[in-house]
């Protein structure tokens, strides 16, 4: 028999759910970096990067303290490269079109990540926010740094909902992060889909353009570039409308994915031809297909696996090709989203949400690229949401790097043979001259 309480206690189902692929799973084991820059970057080189990534919906409200952040989030000296989403940033999205700043955010990562650290780039759309850091010793590999802000919201004009990503090459590897806050509600599914669509494909071509550009729709549905010169301050809002009030929650259940436009299952994501390594996270805002009493009942029983088969985002990963090339770590932590501030319980006011899986990151499925880790931070308890972290190892192209230090050294170019092998099994890369 299904639960009619209105909040779950998850204390209680810790040792029956599970096992997370958290930090400190028995699998997981991130060495800590080298203690000089120079071994930082040779290990760098040779043995690939360490990725760090965090999305959270901060609800607005001010972070936990710099130490809670350190302990859960970033611990120290372990990756390379840290990418942060958030959503409802520091201020609400209408106080966000007022006042975009987000140096406060900004300034309380750098404080935690320590001086070891540099903010490679950030871009903001009203209420989220997008912030790569990097680490010194492999800042010389960092190259054609590019950011673009796509709105979904009202219009396909307003910032309350869309994505911002922030492209790079590493060496000659390319990234793209991509940070979103989809439509919210139970019914919105049709939406979301058509969202991660457009960010997508618009992030798969306009991001490759040296300008910074923000990408909105004309009254035909036509997507229009507007871009800022390379010398330009970056953008951090798109317009300065007055937003209109959003739809009340509704316990409709859409499981009629057919009604996607018919291009969704034609079309590819572009993205991942666009750039060898991609992440795509946020509050995607994918919900579990079910009423709030028959999921109190799931999450009650421990049946995961019912609760993991009725999630949207699972199922549309598997038969939408929006989603094709993109792929996810276990789902083994409680659902994120819709939580009492500062308990452990999910939403008991007389809305009464479904708990979900809203806030997720995938990434582009390839062999030079492995999960380490993949999990909810149950401790930091100040939003109606819970971060989610992941960790990743990536393998570095060299090759051009090395025909570069060549070149440095007096190498004649015709006389010059270039050899980069970087194994599937970690080991070192080789050159040969």
């Known amino acids: 028999q299904a639960s009619r309480h209105s909040s779950v206690p998850m204390s209680l189902l810790l040792n029956s759910w599970p096992h997370p692929l958290s930090d400190d799973h028995p699998s997981v084991q991130i060495d800590d970096l080298p203690p000089t820059y120079e071994e930082v970057k040779n290990e760098a080189e040779r043995k690939g990067i360490l990725l760090r990534i965090v999305t959270w919906n901060q609800q607005a409200r001010d972070p936990p303290p710099a130490e809670e952040l350190e302990t859960y ?130 992030m798969g071509t306009l991001l490759l353009q040296r300008e910074e550009c923000i990408v909105f729709s004309d009254r035909n549905g036509e997507s229009v570039r507007r871009c800022m010169d390379e010398e330009s301050d970056f953008l951090e809002s798109t317009t300065h409308h007055t937003p209109q009030p959003a739809d009340p929650e509704d316990d409709f259940i859409s499981n009629d994915f057919e009604e996607t436009r018919d291009d969704c299952y034609e079309s590819k994501n572009p993205l991942v031809n666009a750039f060898d390594h991609v992440f795509w996270f946020g509050d995607l805002n994918f919900r579990i297909c079910g009423t709030r009493e028959v999921v109190d009942g799931l999450i009650e029983n421990h049946l995961h696996d019912a609760l993991r088969c009725n999630d949207e985002l699972t199922m549309l990963m598997r038969f939408n090709n929006t989603f094709a090339g993109l792929t996810e770590g276990p789902l083994n932590f409680f659902p994120t989203y819709k939580f009492d501030r500062n308990s452990d319980h999910y939403d008991s006011s007389q809305k009464r949400r479904v708990p979900s899986w809203t806030d997720r990151i995938l990434y582009k499925a390839d062999a030079d690229v492995q999960l380490l880790s993949y999990c909810s931070a149950p401790n930091i308890k100040t939003s109606d949401h819970r971060p989610v972290y992941a960790t990743f190892k990536a393998k570095l192209d060299l090759e051009m790097e090395l025909k570069s230090i060549a070149h440095h050294l007096g190498k004649p170019d015709e006389s010059l043979e270039v050899k980069c092998v970087v194994s599937h099994d970690n080991s070192a890369a080789s050159s040969t001259f």
Do not use: M
């Open 73 to 202: 989030l970033f611990r120290c000296r372990k990756y390379h490269v840290i990418a942060v989403g958030t959503q409802e940033c520091e201020n609400t999205f209408a106080k966000s079109i007022i006042v975009p700043s987000k140096a406060k955010w900004e300034s309380t990562l750098q404080r935690v990540l320590g001086t070891d650290y540099d903010t490679l780039h950030s871009h903001s759309l009203q209420a989220s926010h997008i912030i790569l850091f990097v680490h010194k010793a492999i800042s010389h590999l960092i190259s054609d740094i590019r950011s673009l802000a796509v709105p979904t919201g009202i219009g396909e004009k307003l910032g309350n909902k869309g994505g911002i990503g922030i492209s790079l090459s590493i060496a000659e590897s390319s990234f793209c992060f991509i940070n979103a806050h989809l439509a919210a509600h139970q019914h919105a599914t049709i939406k979301r889909i058509n969202e991660f669509e457009k960010i997508s494909r618009d």
